[in-house]
């Protein structure tokens, strides 16, 4: 049988998977179970739901967002592992000289965010304990190459970075950390099957994880070669990809009862303020065994 991974940029483990499959990497884990391996590249995660249940890929991993948006979309995912938390990941900037000097400052503003992205879940987790809505009480715009140039012209309040991006940012200077990711939400890599897969094939699951701990454990001891990669493939600096990638935590852990709860928090923050159409219950992403042992 041949299983399909999907790959994108915005997950680091899965990414490096794919780009370490040329050294055996997942197939071997996979082999033994009369698996053959290949990678599906796509450039948006949040679809990875969609591509899911259509059959496309059999595997796939984003940031905290995107399974609950499917979940709210229909689709009847199944979470598999997580990563350990990335404090220092991202953070919402604001120019040096700004007054806003709290989330509440930014009511009336535009934000610059990956709309869809665990930064959705950062911005409306923050908006929120601040007593503020994401949907009323700022304007999100679509992020994109102009962000940083924005925020410093002050034609935006602020900005949601990540990666060698914020990196890049703060060391040229001129910008404040606002909040980073760590102070309103654990911004776990999260990762994820069809529930056929999960429930039929847990030890291909198994496998699967043992592939991701595999690449992980390769990225945090070579992190300048990692950062070449990346670097070479998706622009930027090797220097700044390698501050941004040493800052990741490279662990994959099982997904806990405390995960589920941060996940709920934010598909109801989502629902209440419209981001998702209709009530998630994020238990019921779990495999039926693990739902019932939770019980």
Same mark, same amino acid.
């Given at each position: ?124 987790? #923050?908006?929120? &304990?601040? *007593?503020? $809505?994401?949907? =009323?009480?700022? @304007? %999100?715009?679509? +992020? ?85 990669? #990346?670097?070479? &493939?998706? *622009?930027? $600096?090797?220097? =700044?990809?390698? @501050? %941004?990638?040493? +800052? ?48």
């Amino acid at each position: 049988m041949t299983l399909t991974i999907g790959v994108h940029s915005s997950n680091p483990s899965l990414y490096f998977l794919y780009h370490l499959s040329r050294l055996g990497f997942a197939q071997e884990e996979l082999a033994p179970l009369g698996e053959r391996v290949v990678f599906h590249p796509y450039t948006n995660g949040v679809r990875t739901g969609e591509l899911l249940t259509s059959g496309v890929i059999d595997f796939g991993g984003t940031g905290s967002t995107p399974p609950i948006t499917a979940q709210a979309a229909g689709h009847d995912l199944v979470y598999t592992a997580v990563s350990a938390p990335r404090p220092e990941h991202g953070a919402i900037l604001v120019p040096e000289d700004s007054p806003v000097r709290t989330v509440a400052g930014l009511k009336g503003s535009t934000v610059h965010l990956a709309i869809g992205s665990w930064q959705t879940h950062l911005i409306a987790k #923050a908006l929120d &304990d601040a *007593g503020l $809505s994401y949907a =009323d009480d700022i @304007t %999100a715009v679509r +992020s994109g190459d102009d962000s940083e140039r924005s925020l410093r012209a002050g034609e935006i309040a602020a900005w949601v970075a990540q990666g060698d991006r914020l990196a890049a940012a703060r060391r040229t200077g001129g910008l404040r950390t606002l909040i980073r990711t760590g102070d309103v939400i654990s911004d776990r890599s999260v990762f994820f099957t069809r529930r056929d897969l999960a429930e039929s094939r847990p030890e291909v699951i198994e496998a699967l994880t043992r592939a991701l701990r595999r690449a992980d454990d390769w990225a945090a001891a070579h992190p300048r070669q990692a950062a070449e990669i #990346a670097a070479a &493939d998706l *622009g930027g $600096s090797a220097d =700044d990809w390698e @501050t %941004a990638l040493e +800052s990741l935590p490279w662990t994959i852990e099982p997904v806990t009862d405390a995960f589920i709860t941060e996940q709920q928090e934010a598909a109801d923050i989502f629902h209440r303020t419209g981001f998702i159409e209709r009530p998630v219950t994020v238990g019921d992403a779990r495999a039926r065994a693990a739902a019932e042992k939770a019980v």
